[in-house]
């Protein structure tokens, strides 16, 4: 799009295109110098920070290096985002497979990836992958208009953990020896791990430990204590602060044509310097053509008590209705799910998807669906709808789930979407039984936190039903829960 248009939208809060990135050259230079450790011995390392910090923009910049710079090692990196669950299990391995899956396909590293078969055994590793974490019987719910939710969960073999380790453990096993063979490494590049459920963190955790010659694998969190663990055995760390002056000038310069004072510079290093909060002044100086001075900047950091609410009032109103219309939904966004929410017909989905592609605020995903550009503007969204509107949106999210279910990816994501919205739309009847059968299938699977989160729903259903019977059986298994937690703990 033209520059006029890019201004009309702002700059996107998706993350840095590599070409634009800006600043962070310690932390750079902090991963490139385990590039050499990678070939002779394999190593991981963990980026860390708070939302919006910019992780994985940094992640984004590492990948191109790797891959893509022109005069770069031109190894293979395959990537995958963890979305906040429940969400299926070792569905962010399964995404990693799956790009490994399209490397070894076709494109320039298809060669080296053929001649190990590595195709075919990234293909069994995700077979099991996906039996390890299947529901393990049927179940019917959610009858609608004579059309019943049959068969929804089938009945697969019995793949135990121990299985899926080392098989993921021999993939890259031999990942790293053709790697080896080409004189190069290949990257796996793992966005947002604070999300992985228990046994994808499990995965991660023994991964990690045991990597062989050819491989780096670095994978970003949030600051958490719970990951220092993963520091103390060694896994190098790449904390993520606040940008300093000279990086924050040179991000104006780049991505907004801005000449930024060196005042107003050290303003911004002291209330703003988080590449989301920089974004989000930026595009609203640009927006009220405003000059990037220290008071006018100061000004706008006292309209808003957070970034993300000023990002918000920089956008045009048309996209602030869509942003709130769509807050509920978690990603990955199925398409025709988007424009049911929007009121639109199944022959607007193309144009509206190419409305998305000009926005600043949503990001398309590998496979076609979407997600917000970043996550703090869609909690800022949820965050202030009214009571009465979440309870409309979640409704007609329930029913625009169940419209398409049959047509979209992802059965048991679709389930767990519709068990969400149907208590959220306090359908307490329906929402029930769902959430008290999904909690005891991710009970089954060891994922524990989620199974408690889908059960206090389907306790709290059966409060509000006044259903004594449902109420006991939602508590003794939230009580079972609670004994596997407190196990494996």
């Known amino acids: 799009m033209d520059a006029v248009q890019q201004w009309t939208e702002g700059v996107s809060y998706a993350p ?18 385990l590039l050499p450790r990678a070939a002779e011995h394999g190593q991981a390392v963990m980026i860390s920070g708070p ?13 191109y290096d790797l891959q893509d710079r022109p005069d770069g090692p031109r190894s293979p990196v395959i990537r995958a985002e963890v979305f906040e669950p429940p969400r299926m299990i070792f569905s962010g391995f399964r995404k990693l497979l799956y790009d490994l899956q399209v490397h070894a396909a076709a494109g320039e590293f298809q060669e080296i990836l053929e001649s190990g078969g590595i195709r075919e055994a990234a293909g069994y590793t995700d077979i099991l992958l996906l039996k390890h974490g299947a529901p393990v019987e049927p179940v019917d719910l959610l009858p609608k208009t004579g059309d019943e939710i049959v068969g929804v969960f089938s009945r697969p073999p019995d793949v135990g953990y121990d299985r899926v380790r080392a098989a993921f453990r ?12 080409s004189g190069r490494i290949i990257a796996i590049l793992l966005d947002d791990a604070h999300h992985t459920p228990y046994p994808d963190s499990q995965l991660l955790l023994d991964t990690i430990q045991d990597l062989p010659p050819g491989v780096l694998f670095a994978f970003t969190v949030q600051d958490d204590p719970g990951y220092e663990a993963i520091h103390d055995r060694g896994v190098p760390h790449v904390p993520l602060r606040g940008m300093r002056g000279r990086d924050i000038q040179e991000m104006g310069q780049k991505r907004f044509d801005l000449a930024i004072s060196d005042a107003t510079a050290a303003l911004l290093e002291e209330t703003a310097g988080d590449p989301f909060s920089l974004v989000a002044c930026f595009n609203a100086l640009r927006r009220r053509n405003l000059a990037p001075s220290a008071a006018n900047i100061k000004d706008l950091l006292d309209e808003e008590e957070d970034p993300a609410g000023l990002a918000f009032t920089a956008i045009p109103g048309y996209w602030q209705t869509w942003a709130r219309d769509l807050s ?37 995903l590998p496979g076609g669906a979407y997600a917000f550009a970043h996550s703090l503007l869609q909690e800022h969204c949820r965050q202030r709808l009214s ?3 979440e309870v409309a949106l979640n409704a007609r999210a329930a029913d625009c789930f169940e419209r398409f279910m049959h047509h979209l990816p992802g059965r048991l994501n679709v389930l767990l979407s519709i068990a969400s919205h149907l208590f959220g739309a306090r359908d307490y009847a329906r929402a029930a039984d769902l959430n008290l059968e999904l909690g005891l299938r991710f009970y089954r699977f060891g ?27 939602a508590v003794n298994q939230r009580d079972l829960i609670a004994r596997g937690m407190a196990d494996r703990a």
Do not use: N
């Open 16 to 33: 840095c295109p590599p070409d634009e990135f800006c600043g962070r050259h310690g932390e750079r230079e902090q991963l490139l110098a």
């Open 51 to 63: 939302p919006g910090i910019g992780k994985s923009s940094l992640l984004r910049w590492l990948a």
């Open 170 to 181: 021999e993939l890259l096993r031999g990942l790293g020896s053709l790697m080896r063979d």
């Open 328 to 364: 509920l939904l978690s990603p990955p966004l199925p398409a025709p799910v988007m424009a049911c929410m929007l009121g639109m017909s199944e022959t607007d989905v193309t144009a509206m998807a190419d409305r998305l592609q000009e926005s600043a605020v949503f990001r398309r």
């Open 387 to 389: 009571e009465d509107t």
């Open 447 to 473: 994922d524990y936190d989620s199974a408690l989160l889908l059960t206090e729903r389907a306790v709290a259903s059966a409060e509000h039903l006044g259903d004594g019977d449902l109420l006991a059986t």
